[in-house]
């Protein structure tokens, strides 16, 4: 045992160890004990570690691949889509994480060369049977953009118009209803009530990004797509957003990608960070961002890589 | 950004590298002058001891601004509620140093008693926990940290023979009860300076694993 008293330092030589530690020890300060090696991203990726699966998921997903051409865009991706959660998707720009969350309700049909392999389910129905059909689909797995597109039509017409052309009102009355819910769970119906023959795009940033979410709660969804919805808003409209978030989530499963880690961390409760394609980690918000197990993930969030 | 806060990240550990030198280097003269009883240095201890508390401050100002403009995230994040929390046990350590050296003062007014405790062994054992739990942190080195929590319970057997010993002592030379009473109190210093060691360690280990271990959840 190493008990020499001689060992601590006199006056003397105090300074001359300070120097010392400071400069050649205590640099990288970079613990790895834990941590998955970095993993050459040519080579064929391992299983995502952490909990990727839940007991009773809304979505699940399996072994998803994503083509543009002969482009692999997303490799091997595993996850379920728990119900009544929000789960997030960060990662660089390109990682993947926009075309994933594309695959869930197919709106990658519409782009020309993508193919999509591998298994993705809505409460055990396979979304890519040749037998479905999208437009239902898209009514259940609803998606906001980053940008607010309202239609040009009045606020009413923005969120009646879905409700209409799927048949979900017999009457002009149920229609009112529907609309008035709809604004009601968007948080938008007290700033709207008096003005909804008003154009959507006449509101402001924030309310119009509100009104998109009226709009995809309005068909009476079930998973709701968030694709950066808070990147083109105000700190104020992006806290009523993430407000909103949170109370829609006990209605909805909430699947939101986002570049700000903040937003990640205070909206979700599982969290998936993808890299070049791969999704690499997915675990509770609170433990990815306290103590992430791959080091790509950690490298990430901590601004080391981006 | 990352530059800047990486620059941030360096100085603060330089500043809690220079904070736990000076309190190591205090630790050191507590101990001598247990050994020597010399009121000089035991005043030194306590003069000095404001030295330590502006450190201590400061790195704590460091760690609230790195905290509310980076808002920094896993191991960042851990290592800036490592460094509070290690802040906090080197600023009390200092506090031991000098609780030690005023019980050497009271002590040291009188030369001859009829009975001695020989602190030397505690005093090192403690002081080594120090150093180590400070190594650990400077090499970010686990199996030196776990080393130290192992150390605490050799200083506690210590302090329960003091106990025992100066009880004794007490009962048989009660018009010393004065002195015994500061010598026994000498014990509980070092034994708190082991404590805050202890926790060093614990806060280096949450620092590489991320997982919370007191409270003996490690066994």
């Known amino acids: ?306 | 950004m990352t530059k800047h806060f990486d620059r941030e990240l360096e100085k603060l550990k330089k500043k809690i590298l220079s904070l736990s030198a000076l309190v190591e280097e205090r630790v050191y003269l507590a101990i001598k002058a247990i050994e020597s009883r010399d009121p000089d240095l035991a005043e030194r201890i306590i003069r000095s001891d404001h030295e330590i508390d502006e450190i201590e401050v400061e790195v704590e100002e460091e760690c609230l601004k790195i905290l509310a403009l980076y808002q920094p995230v896993a191991v960042d994040l851990r290592l800036i509620v490592t460094v509070i929390k290690i802040n906090n046990d080197l600023e009390r350590i200092g506090d031991e140093a000098v609780n030690i050296a005023e019980r050497i003062q009271s002590i040291a007014k009188r030369s001859t008693y009829s009975f001695h405790f020989d602190y030397t062994e505690m005093a090192e054992i403690a002081a080594a926990m120090l150093k180590q739990s400070l190594d650990a942190l400077v090499n970010l080195d686990i199996d030196t940290a776990f080393r130290v929590l192992t150390l605490d319970d050799e200083v506690d057997d210590i302090q329960s023979k003091a106990y025992s010993q100066i009880k004794k002592a007490m009962g048989e030379h009660p018009e010393e009860m004065t002195y015994l009473i500061n010598l026994y109190l000498i014990s509980r210093h070092l034994e708190r300076i082991a404590d805050h060691a202890t926790n060093i360690a614990e806060e280096v280990i949450y620092l590489i694993e991320g997982e919370i271990i007191r409270h003996g959840n490690y066994l």
């Open chain 1, 1 to 306: 045992m190493d008990t020499q008293l001689s060992i601590i330092p006199t006056d003397q030589d105090k300074t001359e160890r300070i120097d010392i530690r400071s400069k050649d020890r205590m640099t990288d300060l970079r613990p790895g004990k834990k941590m998955e090696p970095l993993k050459d991203h040519r080579d064929e990726p391992g299983a995502t570690i952490g909990e990727p699966f839940v007991e009773d998921p809304r979505m699940t997903c399996r072994d998803v691949n994503v083509y543009y051409g002969n482009k692999r865009a997303i490799r091997n991706v595993s996850v379920d889509i728990a119900g009544n959660e929000v789960i997030s998707m960060i990662g660089p720009s390109g990682c993947g994480k926009s075309t994933f969350i594309r695959c869930l309700n197919r709106m990658n049909d519409t782009i020309e060369g993508c193919r999509v392999t591998g298994e993705i389910t809505l409460d055990g129905m396979d979304i890519y049977d040749k037998h479905v059909d999208v437009v239902p689909l898209r009514a259940q797995v609803g998606m906001v953009f980053q940008k607010p597109n309202p239609f040009p039509k009045s606020i009413f017409d923005n969120v009646a118009y879905g409700p209409k052309i799927h048949g979900l009102s017999r009457s002009r009355l149920e229609l009112d209803e529907i609309v008035e819910s709809s604004l009601k769970k968007a948080g938008l119906w007290k700033e709207v009530k008096d003005q909804l023959d008003q154009p959507g795009t006449s509101l402001s940033g924030g309310q119009q990004q509100r009104l998109c979410i009226a709009r995809a709660i309005a068909v009476g969804p079930e998973v709701i797509l968030m694709d950066e919805p808070c990147s083109a808003l105000d700190p104020i409209a992006t806290g009523r957003i993430e407000d909103l978030i949170h109370e829609l989530r006990r209605q909805f499963s909430i699947v939101i990608v986002t570049h700000s880690m903040q937003q990640a961390a205070r909206v979700s409760q599982r969290t998936a960070y993808f890299h070049l394609g791969n999704l690499i980690e997915v675990g509770q918000t609170d433990q990815v961002f306290t103590s992430p197990r791959h080091r790509l993930t950690q490298d990430y969030i901590t601004g080391r890589i981006g």
